[in-house]
């Protein structure tokens, strides 16, 4: 953070000149007080420090707005605070025609002390406006919202109070002018039930400082809204979009930091053999009895010293509560690979996968099993195939195509000997060697790889976060489930192929009841009709590294593409970057924002004149046994 500057006139003036200028303020005043203001707003939330030790927690609630001044503690501030805040009511006045000012403050009692139990109080707010504003929308809209919030699933308390005294306990008045009956400069004032900390103790409760953070800004988000729409000549589009939008060094720092340590290491390569070829041929010679015994490439990197580095990542000085949430989601999911990694091969390692992944639930393997009795096994497939070479080469051309649009695209295809399949890592396609492809499915293959895998990833790299080319937590799901959506799309989803993918839901859930290799092999063989070598490699994907259950989510990352599908999602939003289902609202907020900018590819089966039609019905919903060979 930057030096404190005092507020002087000097200062008042540079403040003045940058937002008449729509240019964006960001400084340090004394006593631990912060003005930060993104751009031209019609609001400004405030915050007025007390004594050193008191009220902790309360400035934290205003901190993340996009346009906020937590004022500095002190009679000798006052005045120029006062100055600085008329400065800047009066610029915004001039570009808007009217200016909301909210102030946030801390109930002085009762104390806010959990119960013999340790339960809380209740959430509970008091909304002070003047008597001339209490019936208007934005109070309206506050108090609706702001009853909403629920902390530790107890809903919010709210009372408004009309004419009562717009300060907290102890202080003046703001300014004189703010809310009088001819000023165009509105105030709202929120006492807040501290239930953030203990009054008693002075412990922080930080989870429930951010849930509350998060809800109390939704609230003031679209109070300034309504306020903007019926007051000014503001109209945004949504109230989201008077959310932050400068990314600030705490945050590119942070997401650095958190990409920096997700590309030290490829899960996926670390914990997949790479002597898996090797061993089937051996187990065919020893007539299937024995299991094989695989081999994984040495670890390069360390994942105690990663691990160290990565909690050692200050995300607290975000500011900011959804990109907070979003780089502790993905903290928590590096830590949890991390220690996959500490335990590959031990007994440890599907207990830490299931935790990563999530374990197998009944109804996506019942749906699994639906598709694998439907289809029954087809050995009469073409036995035209080809090699390394050619499939590389035809990836190679979509990628060129993605190039001509897009030129920093800088992804390769390498043919690589340590690797028995296709993958992609860090935006490159590598494909083995050893690899022969049916040449009904090339195209099928270079979509799910490329259309989906290598396109996501460079549309991720042109956002200003960079998290979404390495994924935001849980992206993998949705990935595999887009990867194998596209083989559909461009009618390259082949029975076999869909048995394929449902075979390793019933592997994954024969791993996590405690079944060997072989179990699980016979159980694809004789219960599924897989042919060996698919059984083998099913078989190898569910048990590397001690019971890799990752497999389950191609077929549940369908499920769930098509559920939102059919639920009148957009499927250009899931082509931003790396993210999963569940963080479309996040994804959508920081468009609306403007920090997201629209992706510069768009896979090119879309464009394709039987796409829409096939995107049709899956909207209008579709059983996925129902996919294969519709395409």
């Given at each position: 953070m930057s030096k404190p500057v005092s507020i002087s006139d000097r200062l008042i003036a540079t403040v003045r000149k940058r937002l008449a200028a729509n240019q964006p303020v960001r400084r340090t005043l004394p006593e631990r007080g912060r003005l930060h203001i993104d751009r031209q707003l019609p609001f400004l939330v405030v915050y007025r420090r007390r004594r050193a030790g008191a009220d902790e927690g309360t400035a934290s609630l205003v901190r993340g707005e996009a346009s906020y001044l937590i004022a500095p503690y002190g009679s000798r501030h006052t005045r120029k605070t006062s100055a600085l805040l008329e400065a800047i009511s009066e610029e915004m006045v001039e570009v808007f025609g009217e200016f909301l000012v909210v102030e946030i403050w801390s109930a002085p009692a009762p104390p806010s002390v959990p119960d013999e139990l340790g339960e809380l109080p209740k959430p509970a707010f008091r909304v002070v406006v003047p008597r001339r504003d209490s019936d208007s929308a934005s109070v309206g809209a506050l108090v609706e919202r702001l009853g909403k919030i629920r902390i530790q699933g107890r809903r919010a308390e709210v009372e408004l109070a009309p004419g009562g005294r717009m300060s907290p306990p102890g202080e003046p008045r703001l300014n004189r002018k703010f809310g009088s009956a001819n000023s165009p400069i509105r105030l709202i004032g929120i006492e807040v039930r501290p239930v953030y900390r203990n009054d008693e103790t002075g412990e922080m409760f930080p989870e429930v400082r951010r849930s509350l953070h998060r809800q109390l800004?939704?609230?003031?988000?679209?109070?300034?809204?309504?306020?903007?729409?019926?007051?000014?000549?503001?109209?945004?589009?949504?109230?989201?979009?008077?959310?932050?939008?400068?990314?600030?060094?705490?945050v590119t720092d942070v997401d650095a930091r958190l990409a920096e340590i997700a590309a030290a290491f490829d899960l996926l390569l670390l914990v997949s053999p790479v002597n898996a070829d090797r061993e089937y041929r051996s187990f065919r010679r020893n007539g299937e009895q024995r299991p094989p015994r695989f081999r994984y490439r040495p670890m390069d990197i360390d994942p105690d010293t990663l691990k160290r580095k990565l909690y050692a990542i200050p995300i607290e000085r975000v500011e900011d509560p959804t990109l907070a949430a979003i780089f502790r989601e993905k903290r928590r999911e590096l830590s949890l690979q991390l220690d996959l990694l500490s335990d590959l091969g031990t007994p440890r390692f599907i207990h830490t996968g299931v935790a990563l992944y999530g374990s197998v639930d009944s109804g996506t393997v019942n749906e699994a099993v639906r598709v694998l009795d439907r289809w029954q096994a087809d050995e009469t497939q073409s036995s035209r195939t080809v090699g390394a070479d050619a499939f590389a080469a035809a990836a190679q051309r979509e990628i060129s195509r993605y190039q001509d649009i897009y030129p920093a695209l800088g992804a390769r295809v390498e043919i690589r000997d340590d690797i028995n399949s296709l993958m992609v890592s860090q935006g490159h396609l590598l494909v083995g060697s050893a690899v022969r492809i049916p040449v009904g499915r090339v195209e099928a293959l270079v979509q799910h790889e490329v259309g989906t895998h290598v396109v996501t990833y460079w549309n991720g790299r042109a956002q200003r976060l960079r998290l979404l080319s390495n994924g935001l937590a849980r992206h993998e799901e949705l990935q595999e489930g887009l990867a194998v959506l596209a083989e559909y799309l461009v009618a390259g989803l082949t029975p076999a192929r869909l048995r394929a993918v449902a075979g390793r839901v019933v592997a994954a859930q024969s791993v996590v009841d405690g079944a060997g290799f072989i179990d699980t092999y016979r159980q694809l063989r004789n219960e599924h009709g897989f042919g060996s070598r698919l059984a083998f490699q099913t078989a190898t994907r569910l048990h590397r590294g001690g019971g890799f259950v990752k497999d389950a989510i191609y077929f549940r990352g369908l499920r769930a593409v098509i559920g939102y599908l059919a639920e009148g999602g957009r499927l250009d939003t899931l082509l931003i970057g790396k993210i999963a289902v569940e963080q479309v609202p996040v994804i959508e907020e920081l468009q609306r924002r403007g920090v997201l900018e629209p992706p510069p590819l768009r896979p090119a089966y879309l464009d394709e004149p039987d796409t829409h039609y096939q995107l049709e019905k899956l909207r209008n919903g579709i059983d996925i046994a129902s996919l294969a060979g519709a395409g």
């Open positions: 800004s939704v609230a003031i988000q679209q109070a300034a809204y309504h306020f903007a729409i019926h007051q000014t000549t503001h109209r945004p589009r949504h109230y989201q979009a008077l959310g932050r939008r400068a990314i600030v060094k705490a």
